[in-house]
């Protein structure tokens, strides 16, 4: 048997390095025929490393739970970087009582502009608070302790204040909103007012002048393994600004983009869907490390922040004004 495995396998080598060539032939052809699209150089500037360390410098913060420490250093770090990139900034304060933490206190919205010739202008939002319990943690000691929030929270945190940074040296073809909602995960299970209120807040006193052609949340999209599939409402109520989101993302990268779609989420898109505001929310909510302790730098990644926000970018830049000059050359 011995021998007749040798004579057998004799040829073995020659023939894999024949099939090793035509598999790279087919390759190349395959991969000559559609080539990976390449981004603007606005998208190209999207800097991965910079939106990491704006992630991390958050974490470092604390829990950025209102009334404690961690709150104030992000709120003043989020507003000092978005001025430094030449955006108008204000902030918008209200007060909540929150069940979740028998108590009541004040939050703060940052709401930054960035203005351009154009009369339109488009939102991009996330939440800047944490969640002040690990009500998931496996281990239950650790479920009154407040989560570190690198995923929700600091990542989208993150990716806007890089889209910043891009929009000061790529002017946009639009106004830019950049929404940092306060309060956005205070809410107790099956309590679907508690959550998101600083998108209620600022929905129910949306300024005459905030009109925009449409809006998107980023929330947890710095997951390492990041897979994004259709939120709900987002596809009902504003199908085609989501799905041409979804178009752009699949284009770049079809591993983290699925065509299945997601039950409704209580997310800060929705105060704006409710007003009729065509508004999705971008969200990985399959995440080991939700509402965890575990939810710490470790659990995301640079690329993934890059993926998201270069993706933004290219939105802004390219997808939504070939959208807007169908709407208006029909
Ligand atoms: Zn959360």
């Known amino acids: 048997m011995r021998k007749n495995i040798a004579q057998y396998s004799a040829p073995g080598p020659f023939l894999a390095m024949l099939l090793f060539a035509w598999m790279l032939l087919f390759i190349s052809v395959a991969s000559a025929q559609e080539p990976v699209p390449a981004f603007s150089p606005a998208a190209d500037a999207f800097d991965a490393k910079r939106a990491w360390e704006h992630l991390i410098t958050q974490c470092n913060f604390g829990p950025r739970v209102a009334g404690e420490r961690g709150h104030r250093l992000c709120r003043d770090y989020i507003v000092e970087q978005l001025k430094s990139n030449g955006c108008t900034v204000e902030l918008q304060e209200f007060s909540a009582f929150i069940p979740l933490i028998n108590d009541e206190r004040r939050f703060t919205n940052i709401i930054a502009k960035i203005d351009t010739p154009s009369t339109q202008a488009v939102a991009i939002s996330c939440h800047w608070d944490t969640r002040p319990i690990a009500d998931y943690d496996r281990i239950p000691s650790l479920r009154d302790t407040p989560i570190s929030g690198a995923n929700d929270g600091a990542s989208g945190v993150a990716v806007l204040l890089e ?168």
């Open 163 to 330: 889209a910043a940074r891009v929009f000061k040296h790529h002017p946009p073809p639009f106004d830019v909103y950049l929404l940092f909602f306060d309060a956005e995960d205070l809410g107790r299970n099956r309590q679907k007012k508690e959550w998101a209120l600083g998108s209620q807040y600022f929905a129910k006193h949306m300024p005459d002048d905030f009109q925009i052609i449409c809006g998107f949340n980023l929330d947890m999209i710095g997951d390492k393994d990041q897979r994004f599939l259709y939120e709900k409402k987002s596809l009902e109520l504003a199908g085609k600004w989501t799905r041409a989101f979804w178009r752009l993302g699949q284009r770049h990268y079809p591993q983290c983009f699925s065509d299945a779609t997601i039950n409704e989420i209580v997310d800060d898109h929705a105060p704006f869907l409710a007003k009729g505001v065509p508004y999705f929310d971008v969200i990985d909510f399959d995440y080991d490390a939700w509402h965890t302790t575990q939810d710490i730098p470790a659990s995301c990644s640079a690329a993934s922040l890059s993926r998201i926000g270069k993706i933004t970018v290219e939105y802004v830049m390219q997808t939504l004004p070939q959208l807007c000059e169908k709407v208006e050359n029909p």
